[in-house]
């Protein structure tokens, strides 16, 4: 099955990474909120937007759905999403991921695509045509309370945009 890889990166890895927090607060820190008024939701069931204008991106995204949405600690997340390439993405390929707890930095890294794609059972080069994800993620029963904000920026190793998404303002509640 092939898969939009990005949307799994952006919704699952970071709500399990972010389990872990760091041990200072550096107040100079700011959140990922974008300072415009126009907004580019992702469709289906999800807190996905697009950072800017997706029409040029080579990630066409048709859908995302989340269940549950919002993600709840200690349980799957169940990750279903279809879309479609316009160009086949080869190794090289980098995501540029932020996560943010409130105003404190969790995450902020330069990663390959093709390596982190392997999570999910896939590998490079992802063909240009259609993909469909279906995924089930455990998260952890202990996910510290707060608004969490997550970026992830993909483009090729040419430098093209794969597609930038973004969340802002996904609550965690403390269960009891």
């Not at 907004?39 to 859908?63: H, R, T």
């Not at 540029?96 to 999570?119: A, F």
């Amino acid at each position: 099955m092939k898969f939009l890889s990005v949307a799994t990166l952006l919704v699952a890895s970071p709500l399990v990474s972010a389990a872990s927090l760091p041990s200072i607060f550096d107040p100079t820190q700011v959140t990922l909120k974008a300072h415009t008024t126009e907004n580019f939701p992702v469709k289906g069931d999800n807190p996905l937007d697009y950072c800017e204008n997706p029409a040029g991106n080579i990630l066409q995204i048709e859908s995302v759905d989340l269940d549950p949405n919002p993600p709840l600690p200690g349980q799957t997340l169940q990750i279903t999403a279809s879309g479609e390439l316009t160009e086949t993405i080869e190794e090289g390929a980098k995501v540029n991921l932020v996560v943010k707890w409130g105003l404190i930095t969790l995450i902020s890294q330069t990663v390959e695509l093709c390596d982190q794609i392997k999570e999910v059972d896939m590998e490079c080069p992802l063909e240009k045509g259609p993909m469909t994800l279906k995924k089930e993620v455990k998260l952890p029963s202990v996910i510290p309370p707060g608004f969490y904000s997550v970026l992830a920026d993909v483009y090729t190793k040419d430098q093209k945009k794969v597609t930038c998404l973004k969340a802002d303002d996904i609550q965690f509640k403390l269960l009891v």
